[in-house]
Every structure is written in C-alpha cells, then in structure tokens.
C-alpha cells in the first residue's frame, strides 16, 4: 500500500459531498485499506463504539463530526446526538470535550443553515487542531531523541511504544510516536520497538502498518517481551500515548501500559506519555476516577488474522468453557512517569507543572471571576 | 473430554511395548487431545524442540526418557543422545539435569541390557521424583493459599499466574498451579486468573483447559492487564512456576514474567516461584548467566487458533514487511519474589535460604570433602 503520509488524514469531509464523512475502517489493516462513508450520526456512533476507528484523538474529531451529520439530518437533535455519541466508548477525554465544544457553539443559533455552518466549523476546527497538536508535540519529543542520539553518538535509538498512538489514533501525526517519526524525518536514526497489544493488537496491526509503510526501522514483540527488553539495555526510551489525563498527572492509556511504566521506572528508563491538551480532564484530582472500559470477553477469547489463504479470519484461543475478562485500559500513577509531552513542549507529570503548562484551563472559576 | 486427573501423566511408557514411549502432543490443546508414540530419540529431540511437550519439568522427563530410547537403538549412543538432546532448547535447567543423571548412571556398564535397564529405571526415577515433588509443592503452597482464605474469612482467594506450570508442564501436578489445585480439592474457594501468555498462549490453551477441565473457577485475561487486576485489589497472590532458578534466587522463566512481578510488588501482592529443586543451577550466582532462548519470529507473526469452521488454523498478525522478535523467557530477579516454593516447603529467594533447604546440593565440593 502506498500511503501519502504528507497530507494523511484519517477523517474527512468526501470531495464534492458535504453530506458525507470518509473514514479508515481500521479493522482491515494491516492487510487491507478500505475507506468508509458515514453519512449519519447513527453510524458514526457505531463505527466508535465498534471500532472501525479508535485512538483518543480521533474518536473526539469522530465525535465532532459525527454531531455535524446529526444536524444535517435534524437541526435541532443536537443535545440528543451528543448523548448518542458520548455513550458509545466510557474513557477517551477527547469525545466528551467534542461533543461538549459542538453544543457550546450551537447555542442560540436558531437557523438549519446556522446550525448547519457552525457545526461544520467547529468539526474541522477539532480535526484541524489535533492535526496541529499533533504535529507540535511530535517536534517537542523529537527533541527529547536528539538529545539521547547525540548522547549515543549518533547510535540508533531504540524507542519503545504500546498500542497506537500514531497517525491512525489522531487526525494525522499522531503523539506516542508522532517524537520518533520527527526525528526519522530529521535524519536521526530511530528503531521502534513495537508492542502488539493484545487484546486487539493495534500495536502488530497499526502502529507496524504506520511504520512499515514509512520505512522506519521496527520489530513487532508481545508486550510481555517488553519488560525483557528494557531489562536488557535495548530501549532508551519509552513514548505511549493516553485516552484521558488527571490533572495530577495520572493517565488512562491501553491496558499492560501500567506493567510497561512500572517496568520501565525498575529498569531506569525514561518513560514519557503525549498528549493534547483535549485529552486532560480537569475535572477529576486522579486517575483513580477514571472509568475503565470493559468489553466484549470475546475480543480476547477470539484473535483476527489473514489465514494462509489470504482471508481474514478468527480464531479461537481459548477452551470452548473458559471465561475471559476484557479490561481496555489501565491507568499509569504520575509517579512512574518521566515526563509529559503537550503541543506546548515537556512538563514533569504533576499538577502543578501541568496547571503551568496550560494556565487558562487550570482552572476555569477562577478565570471566569478575574474576567 | 474427560480427563483422569487422579491418574494424570504427561510421559509415559507405552502399555505392553517398552519401547515406545507416549506424550500427550500439547499444540493440539485445548481443542483436541492427541497422544503421539515416540520411539527414537530423534523424535524426542524433536517433540522438545518443536514443543509437541514444554514445561520445565516434562522438558527434563523427557530427557530422560530420550535416552532410555537412544540406549535400545545404540547402547553405545549415550554421549552423543545427551549431546542432542541438550540441543533443543536451552533455557530449562531440568533437562540437562536428566541427561547428566542418564549418563552418571551408565558409566561403567558395559552389556546392552545392563545399560537399557539403568536408562529405563533412571527415566522412570525422573519422571517419579518430578511428579512427587509437584506433588508436595502442591501441599506446601495450598498452606500459603489457607492462610489467605483465612485472613479473607473464607472468600474466594483470587491466584494469579502466567503461562503454563500446571499439570502438563510436569510429568503430573504441576508447580504453579499445584497450590491452587489442591486447596481447591481441600475445599478452599480459589478462582485463577490466567494470563494468555503470548506468542504461544500456554495460558490461554493448557492452563485454561487444565483448571476448566478440572471445573476450577477461572478467567483468562490478556498478559497487559495482569497488572490492572493487581493493581485493583483483584489478586491475593501471584504463583509462576521456573524454566531455571540461579542460586541467589533469580529465575527464569515465561516471557513476561519478570514484568508480573514488578506489578506485583508496585502493588504489594505477594508474588510466589514455585519449583521442584531439578530446577536449580547451583553453578550459577544470578540469572545474569542464564541463557535466554531466542526463537522464530513467526511465532509472534502468526498465531493458531481454532476457526469458526473447527479447523485448527494460523493466522498473520502483523503486516507482511514488519519483522518480529521472539524472546521466550526473561529473568526475575529475587529482590521481586516473595518466596519460594519446592519440595521441601517455603523459603525466601535468596543463597542463603536455598542452601539451607537444600544443604546437599549446595555446595558439592565442601560435601564431597567431608566425606
């Protein structure tokens, strides 16, 4: 497959049909790249929840256009697409700030064509903004790599990530390895270490499918191999991405992120998370007051795969009587976490350096009573 | 199927025919159960390097059993079977411990059924010791899991483990899994959680099929949330079983192990390695020196399961051009563990408690002086 990853986009209004939002149905990758057509905010909410996208950044560009296709067939179901939508997936931050930006905007317009505009403004001004967000924190991490390549003397670094939080997870450029891309397009030599992420092996199918077609240096290895590797001298630094900050530090990211920080901090490697400002909720003191996604047990009892034939297939894993439990995520203490890479540079995984990093979403009573 | 677990063997001489030895060939679990004959030790070298049979325990049966074999082709064949059979796989301390006890017991008889009725008695005496010592492991662990019962007033305890180290790793018994087992047969209310255990998903197929063949309550869960469940209170104790054990009490074994057990002590749950004393290198001061097998990528790649079909079939994970990497243990190390369970009781991972469990062993040179 050839990708143009200058101008790559995971989401999109189709060319010469505004009624229409085009998607990667990422459930066909790595064999195959489909393309699907959303056209109500229905299938929208099925393609988050059934994950034919996923990835924190893109589910809340997902859940911003999915409002725009909501007043395009109904000017006035705004409050009610939102509940659709936010009900589809319980942890990613970005989704609720989507659909929450959507109804701010809405209000008090009174006209389809109003509505209509604004909604369409504001799904682009997501997508547009995480596109960018994106791209500033893959150049603040890149840093972070360029300071290790020139401590190597220009050795490989060796990069390792869990999940997807590439390109595919966001609009464009990603965050877990948007640093390691950058640095690729600089001329410094990178190699990733690349999780599969069980259950739904993003990692083997997604992050390998982005790196693959990139030509960047990669192995696949199961995520129990991850411990090993950073054991054994073969990782200087650790990225992943996150589904919803607290603003202490602690994050929610893919489940076996936790064993990857608490591994990493016992072997003394550097262990970073990025994100975009979205992904913060202010709201909550830590994560302990995150809710964990549970999921169908099958999606562990079961496995998808190309069969030697060429088709995609599952398979069972498991005897036919056993139970499996299916957490999505896990969340990681700010204490096991080196640092935090936002689209406004590196900060220490705190409260007070994140309230430094981003003043005016600190604390919005406060804003408001000095306005 | 129906599986007599009072009477279960892994290894075993064929009924009426000394020369054939019988395996259960473990990659068709858990959805079918084949019994394959071996009769040469090619074959046996085979079935180990190929994983018909894994486990630290039924590794080295097997070896012993391997040369029981070569003896009836080649009387003379002891040295060069041993050096074969030590090929196959390089981790598991026991089979090398089979192959050196074969040859000690030959040494010195000359006639060919003098040296096929030592090899036969030696493999059986192997294959007993492995399954008495499981045995007792079983009794010394059930203690540790009685007393959670206890402390709980009687409520579930909740034991986590990884890979295979149940009945089928060992010729009967098994080590991680024992413990459980038997406080389940004493009445103790017990629920496993099992690890998959990737690439090859021993979890997954064997200890899933073990426990629910046995109707033990359990839920399989990806290797990556083993530590949510510790970190959420979801586990009272960690029991894994040891390919290898170093003399200071750090240990080898499944990969991703080593990350369990930090979890495990970032979460203060007590973390067990349970393993017969065959599995001791007295040799070697720390798991520094133990041999990390590296095997082919594909099984990473690729993985079996059963189609919706009812066919066993392989499956591609990652895209064509991503390579992989395939590390098949890691090291622990004792500072992580809890104790230590063998044949002989409970003890702390350290030279000090090993050599006083096992002060025969420990140091053959002072042993051999004083005699």
Known sequence: MNVDWD???TIW??????KTVQIIDQRSLPHQFVIEDITTVDQMAVAIRDMHLRGAGLIGAAGGYGMYLAIIEDPDSAVKAAAKLNATRPTARPLFAATERQLAALEGLQSATERRSA??????????EDADHCRLIG???AQLIKELSEKKGGETVNIATHCNAGPLAFVANGTATSPGIQAHRDGIRVHFLVDETRPRN???SLTAWELDSMGIPHHVIVDGASGHTMQTGQVDIVMVGADRVARNGDFANKIGTYMKFVAAADSHVPAFCNFPSSTVDWSIPTGAAIPIEERNPDEVRY????????RPTDVLLTPQGSPAKNW????????LVTGLVTERGVCKASEDALRGMFPEKAS???????R
């Open 328 to 335: 999505a995520f896990d969340v990681t203490p700010a204490r």
């Open 202 to 204: 993003q990692g083997a």
């Open 13 to 18: 209004l189709k060319k010469g049909d505004q």
């Open 303 to 310: 496995i998808q795969g190309l069969a030697r034939d060429g």
């Open 119 to 128: 909604a369409l403004d504001v799904a682009e001004l997501i997508a547009n």
């Open 364 to 370: 919005p009573s406060r804003r408001v009573s000095t």
């Open 7 to 9: 101008n790559f986009r």
């Open 139 to 141: 150049e603040h991490g």
